[in-house]
């Protein structure tokens, strides 16, 4: 009797067991689920806003590259290339802008405005930012204020900034020429000269993002251990030769990303030209000052010679410039990564020395 009331117990027990190790099973695969898949979805708001915000401008630049797209009209179907190319200049084509920029001479003197502004700029500016990083670290009194101080050129804008150089490098009655006129020198014509207009440029860089790689290279200083410049002191190493000998070896991965950082930077430099230009002169008289970044928006925004504002013929200046500075970049990496890894490894004398002794 007691063996046919226990029977329906056991099944209903036998079942709510199954039961749970089923729920237990789906839990399981949940969690394995949730193990490998959630950290996708906590960065998938990145990704997402860089393929709407970046990624998409990106591949439709390159679609507008390849047409007759007027800011006016619209798009006008494959470009041409016009009477730069010759006969084959009417023939549509989806490299007919690509090939306009190329007979562009004045393309060419954008790109070498560029370069010339970006090496005057960029190299004294990771100095001087190297130098003033080193001061920092230093015990100083009222630290916080000259860190405050360097970087506050960082916060103002640029058009704040143009206007206070404007002051300093204007032709007539500029700070340095009136200081020249004074010693009895020819003031220089800041826009009128090659030159003189780069260099003045640059100095508008440079007062303004040096503060920030200054910061940048302080933070990458504070982090290396400070016994290993007690051990520097030990062997007879003073602060010139720690500098050279520890800091900057130790900065070499940072030194990497600033290199890269102000590379592109500087090769996309357009604020400061455009308000350094003349009333509507952008880029100067005989384009001693004008950059690609410029050249880019004059000719898809403004009434270009020839013909009306042309999109498509921009965005083949992006490319080029896209293609540039990605380039210099990987070159500037490998450069500087061949350089670190060349002093940083053993000598092949000592290799040997070293197998000799093993042996």
């Not at 470009?79 to 009417?90: E, P, S, Y």
């Not at 360097?150 to 002051?167: E, K, R, W």
Request: hydrophobic letters at 50%.
């Amino acid at each position: 009797m007691s063996s046919t009331t226990d029977t329906p117990v056991l099944a209903g027990k036998a079942a709510r067991d199954e039961e749970y190790e089923r729920h237990v099973a789906r839990r399981s695969k949940i969690g394995r689920f949730d193990v490998k898949f959630s950290p996708y979805f906590y960065i998938s708001p990145f990704f997402i806003l860089f393929a709407i915000t970046g990624l998409f401008p990106l591949l439709f630049t390159a679609f507008v590259a390849t047409r007759q797209w007027n800011t006016l009209t619209g798009d006008g179907g494959l470009a041409v290339c016009g009477a730069t190319c010759g006969d084959a200049g009417n023939i549509p084509s989806m490299w007919g802008n690509f090939q306009w920029v190329l007979h562009q001479p004045v393309f060419w003197t954008a790109l070498r405005n560029s370069f010339s502004i970006f090496l005057l700029s960029t190299i004294p500016q990771i100095i001087v930012a190297l130098l003033l990083a080193a001061i920092l670290d230093a015990n100083l009194k009222a630290k916080t204020f000259w860190r405050m101080g360097v970087l506050l050129p960082y916060v103002i804008a640029p058009s704040a900034a143009a206007i206070i150089f404007s002051g300093v490098f204007s032709d007539q009655q500029g700070l340095i020429n009136t200081l020249l006129r004074a010693v009895g020198v020819t003031g220089i014509q800041w826009h009128a000269n090659t030159l003189a207009s780069h260099i003045a440029i640059a100095s508008i860089v440079n007062f303004r993002w040096t503060g920030y790689n200054t910061l940048i290279l302080l933070a990458a200083m504070q982090a290396i251990p400070r016994d290993v410049f007690e051990a520097s002191v030990v062997d007879g190493a003073g602060r010139v030769r720690q500098f050279f000998s520890v800091t900057i070896p130790l900065l070499r991965p940072t030194l990497i990303f600033v290199i890269i950082t102000s590379t592109i930077g500087g090769l996309q430099i357009f604020d400061e030209p455009q308000m350094f230009s003349e009333a509507a002169n952008y880029g100067g008289s005989n384009q001693q000052f004008l950059t690609v970044s410029l050249l880019l928006w004059r000719t898809g925004f403004l009434q270009t010679t020839p013909g009306q504002p042309n999109m498509g013929r921009a965005a083949a200046i992006a490319w080029f410039l896209f293609i540039i500075v990605i380039i210099i970049a990987f070159l500037n990496f490998w450069l500087t990564r061949r350089i670190a890894s060349s002093s940083g490894a053993p000598k092949k004398s000592q290799k040997k020395a070293a197998k000799g002794v093993a042996a």
